[in-house]
């Protein structure tokens, strides 16, 4: 197996709408705002080669989007989906599995692009399965009026239409501990209905792709909830229980929305669960 992070973009979002009642004073120390209270985000996937499949975890926001659509989220910087694969010597037709921690714009907007003849949408990877859960997919397609902007229909029906939507099988617990793509997953509740975190092997080390359950290295505090999330107080709970067993087994966290930190793991203090180190992926791996 080998493990590449993906760069697809960069982006902004309110700062007050990511800390949610965290006050800017304390949440700025770690994630400093513009003039525009805005803080830099990363729109990071994860690219597993493992045998004859090549797994992609999120595909970002893509580019389909109208331009006013963009300027609310003020995209910056050189990064793309298809110069990061191709850095690494891959095409998105050589990708067999998309794998979508959930369906919200900023996760799965890349797996749906405009035909040639931008006359309708279509699978931006004619290749591959695409992976969600039955729960998450019916919580996605009848959405709540809270997250409907998030759940956009373009970026969600082609999936079913081509034939190429998969599910991954969910069990009585929030804990799948071998999916149909070989790795383990945490089902979270509190950010939107069942939010798949993988939980992958790879090195000796457990790699946890962390999704929207910690967006950047600034919320490891347990407060620290996004404004977004529909359950706050069930993210916490999800969010307690997590973080101290990432401690207790040294889980290193992949963060696919830090701009500055690819990855980190965290440790027990007198304050509970805090940062230990931040590290890029060629420094630990």
């Not at 035909?115 to 992976?131: D, G, L, M, S, V």
């Not at 107080?233 to 690819?262: G, P």
Request: glycine share 6%.
């Amino acid at each position: 197996m080998k493990i590449y992070p993906i760069e697809t973009g960069n982006f902004k979002l309110d700062g007050g709408a990511m800390f949610g009642v965290v006050p800017k004073s304390l949440w700025q120390r770690t994630n400093p705002a513009d003039a525009n209270n805005m803080i830099s985000m990363s729109l990071r996937s994860m690219l597993i080669e493992d045998g004859n499949r090549l797994i992609l975890i999120d595909t970002g926001i893509g580019n389909k989007q109208s331009d006013k659509f963009f300027s609310y989220f003020h995209m910056y910087g050189d990064f793309s989906l298809d110069v990061s694969l191709a850095k690494q010597g891959f095409h998105r037709d050589d990708i067999t599995d998309i794998f979508l921690t959930h369906l919200h714009f900023d996760h799965c907007g890349g797996s749906i692009q405009w035909n040639k003849n931008r006359t309708a949408y279509e699978p931006a990877f004619k290749n591959a399965k695409f992976w969600s859960n039955e729960k998450h997919w019916k919580w996605a397609t009848q959405p709540n009026y809270r997250e409907k902007a998030s759940f956009l229909k373009e970026n969600i029906n082609p999936m079913e239409s081509s034939g190429q939507l998969e599910f991954i099988q969910l069990n009585d617990s929030n804990y799948i501990k071998n999916s149909e793509l070989g790795f383990a997953i945490f089902l979270a509740d509190g950010h939107t209905e069942k939010q798949m975190i993988p939980h992958i092997k790879y090195k000796g080390k457990t790699l946890v792709f962390m999704a929207d359950l910690l967006p950047t290295v600034g919320h490891i505090p347990l407060p620290y909830i996004m404004g977004y999330d529909t359950r706050p107080l069930i993210t916490m709970n999800e969010k307690e229980k997590f973080m101290k067993k990432a401690a207790d087994n040294e889980y290193v966290l992949f963060l696919e929305h830090d701009a500055e930190n690819e990855l980190c793991t965290v440790k027990h203090t007198e304050k509970g669960v805090r940062l230990d180190k931040s590290f890029t992926f060629d420094e630990l791996f």
